[in-house]
């Protein structure tokens, strides 16, 4: 099932047709109930069933028929004692063998962080993607209210300040920051809501632009690990402060994620908001 995706913004938006969930960092798992058994899949459409298995028989307490979408979490405690997701444990599970999976789930069980539900025929809803996300989010809250632990729904709430107290004291915790989708939207595959993670601003170096030089869309530039990323797409008025200052050089490289870009010379230097994640998010604030 190809699965619905969050664009990343700089601010949530507003108005009363916003919901606004937590993001967790974790792995990004479709769940199956089907008539025999529970099945579970990657992002990608890899069934990770045995590496997850805890997961899938706390699911077995669902009714046939029922499919979410969610995310697999481990939490771990910290020297005080208190439990924060730690996306290296997850990782460490989504990359083990299977035996390897289950001695870790035997020291750190997993959690399911169901943000979405995507079937439930025993309740005459066979394919809930093309109703609304309030409507999806009540069989949601409804389908789990006998299920429990390790299975449970994310936070959620209509209210934009309290998803930004949220975003300001979960920070930490294992809290990547806040997604925002329509109350009205139809769940489908690409990119149908929006994101604001944790960011911090850094200066980095300009290696490159999509575009003209005359008029760039977006630059390359080298983040504080090597990593070289395309920004977002430049305002007009970053354009044009930035392209009389590129010198552009004779072919195309690309980054490591196969991203191409036309190579640039000097010195030009930018300050970016940077996503703090795994997940490189380059918004270029203004030209240093």
Do not use: C, N
């Not at 806040?178 to 489908?188: E, F, M, Q, W």
């Not at 960011?199 to 575009?211: I, K």
């Not at 869309?217 to 070289?228: C, E, F, H, I, S």
């Not at 970053?238 to 392209?243: E, F, N």
Request: aromatic letters at 6%; zero cysteines; charged letters at 20%.
């Amino acid at each position: 099932m190809d699965v619905a995706l969050a664009r990343p913004v700089t601010q949530l938006p507003t108005g009363p047709s916003w919901a606004y969930e937590i993001k967790v960092d974790g792995h990004r798992t479709v769940l199956w109930r089907t008539e025999d058994g529970v099945r579970l899949q990657s992002r990608t459409g890899r069934d990770v069933t045995a590496l997850w298995m805890d997961l899938a028989v706390a699911a077995m307490r669902l009714p046939p028929g029922v499919i979410l979408d969610g995310e697999a979490v481990v939490y771990i405690a910290d020297a005080g004692g208190t439990a924060h997701i730690s996306f290296a444990a997850a990782q460490s599970r989504a990359l083990s063998s299977p035996r390897r999976a289950r001695e870790l789930a035997d020291q750190h069980p997993a959690t399911y962080v169901a943000f979405d539900v995507l079937a439930h025929p025993a309740a005459g809803l066979p394919d809930l993607r093309p109703h609304p996300y309030a409507e999806r989010r009540r069989v949601l809250l409804d389908v789990l209210a006998d299920v429990g632990p390790p299975i449970e729904p994310v936070w959620s709430t209509t209210d934009r300040d309290e998803a930004l107290l949220w975003y300001t004291t979960l920070k930490g915790t294992g809290v990547e920051g806040i997604v925002a989708k329509p109350l009205r939207s139809a769940y489908k595959a690409g990119q149908v809501w929006s994101k604001v993670r944790h960011a911090d601003t850094v200066d980095v170096a300009v290696v490159g632009f999509t575009g003209t030089a005359r008029r760039p869309k977006a630059l390359a530039v080298r983040l504080p690990d090597g990593r070289v990323a395309l920004s977002q797409r430049l305002t007009t008025a970053l354009a044009s402060v930035v392209g009389p200052r590129l010198v552009p050089q004779a072919g195309r490289t690309f980054t490591k994620v196969g991203d191409s870009y036309t190579p640039a010379a000097g010195d030009l230097v930018v300050e970016v908001v940077a996503g703090t994640t795994r997940h490189a998010v380059v918004t270029v604030v203004r030209l240093r």
